[in-house]
Nanobody, 116 residues
């Protein structure tokens, strides 16, 4: 079965950095696009970044362009999200996502809190 396990969240000051990881299993990781979403309190879940399976083409929501970087290691079945220059408005639970056989799968999420 598909499993996604996120890690790497925490409390960080404005301007700081974090690196999130998502370990995937249960499907052929290298064949699928992977995405990171986030959900802040009282807000809808938002797509943050996507990385394609082939070639590693990436896309980002405008609010994180130039600050966040999505990457993947197909030998480790892991997708990463590097968060730089963090702002208080980046505070949210961050989720890893894969659409496998027309079903969206999610991890349990990892909390990122940006506060002084």
């Amino acid at each position: 079965q598909v499993q996604l396990v996120e890690s790497g969240g925490g409390l960080v000051q404005p301007g700081g950095s974090l690196k999130l990881s998502c370990a995937a299993s249960g499907f052929t990781f290298s064949s699928y696009s992977m995405s990171w979403y986030r959900q802040a309190p009282g807000k809808e879940r938002e797509l943050v970044a996507t990385i394609r399976s082939a070639g590693g083409l990436t896309s980002y929501v405008d609010s994180v362009k130039g600050r966040f970087t999505i990457s993947r290691d197909n030998t480790r079945n892991t997708v990463y999200l590097r968060l730089n220059s963090l702002k208080p408005e980046d505070t949210a639970v961050y989720y890893c996502n894969v659409r496998f056989q027309n079903v969206d799968y999610w991890g349990q999420g990892t909390q990122v809190t940006v506060s002084s």
